[in-house]
């Protein structure tokens, strides 16, 4: 994979939370098995389909967004959850998530941001991210990138509307790196020519091992 510093530039910004525990070998310890559930913030399209989305609107928890370019309406600050409590994470292991972004090129630059989400207990996707469902849902981290005008126009397709707003389509994968107790956040996404650009950080400040059952590796 390449990297291209004069492309883009990005930041990684992570809260620790709990406290490591001792370490223990691998091979006779428990399974990693989660004691709390892994998620980020999303917009979905409305999908009368998804229980989720039915029952907010039914009871007016929440209020149906429409895109003003296509008409499309959306729940706007959901979280889906990636793991949840009582899913193991293997001592390597990559979990990726792709991700979706429209954006406008009004600067020059373009601000791009995820934000990661932990609750203590089973979680389920597709709701509010206030809603009680998501009670004790607390943001564990932010992942950002930034990319230059020039490089998004030579790059990126436009999206469909229904104006004269031009609106590109951005698409990625954020990956969650995991060797042993350290995580690393992942990104790639290609050019037109279908080359690579990828970003790693510094490992996170995170206590991983505060994430598992006690003893596990």
């Not at 020519?193 to 590796?217: H, K, V, W, Y």
Request: charged fraction near 25%; include cysteine.
């Amino acid at each position: 994979m390449v990297v291209n510093p004069n492309l883009t530039k990005m930041c990684s910004s992570v809260v620790a939370t709990g406290a490591a525990g001792l370490a223990v070998n691998k091979e006779s310890a428990p399974k990693r098995l989660l004691r709390s559930s892994w998620g980020f913030l999303t917009h979905e399209q409305y999908d009368k389909g998804i229980p989720a989305h039915k029952a907010q609107i039914k009871t007016g928890a929440v209020e149906l967004e429409e895109d003003p370019h296509t008409g499309d309406q959306y729940l706007n600050n959901v979280i889906n959850y990636v793991k949840t409590v009582g899913d193991e994470v293997q001592y390597e292991e990559a979990i990726t998530v792709p991700m979706t972004h429209y954006v406008e090129l009004k600067g020059e630059e373009v601000h791009i941001e995820e934000v990661f989400y932990i609750k203590d207990g089973k979680a389920h996707s597709h709701w509010h991210r206030d809603h009680e469902r998501n009670h004790g849902a607390d943001i564990g981290g932010t992942f950002s990138i930034v990319l230059d005008k020039p490089w998004c126009r030579r790059n990126l397709k436009l999206a469909r509307g229904n104006d004269a707003i031009r609106r590109h389509i951005f698409t990625w994968d954020l990956t969650l790196d995991i060797k042993g107790r350290d995580m690393q956040w992942k990104a790639e996404w290609y050019d037109r020519q279908g080359r690579t650009n990828a970003f790693a950080t510094d490992l996170l400040e995170f206590a991983l091992s505060a994430e598992f059952i006690p003893g596990a590796a």
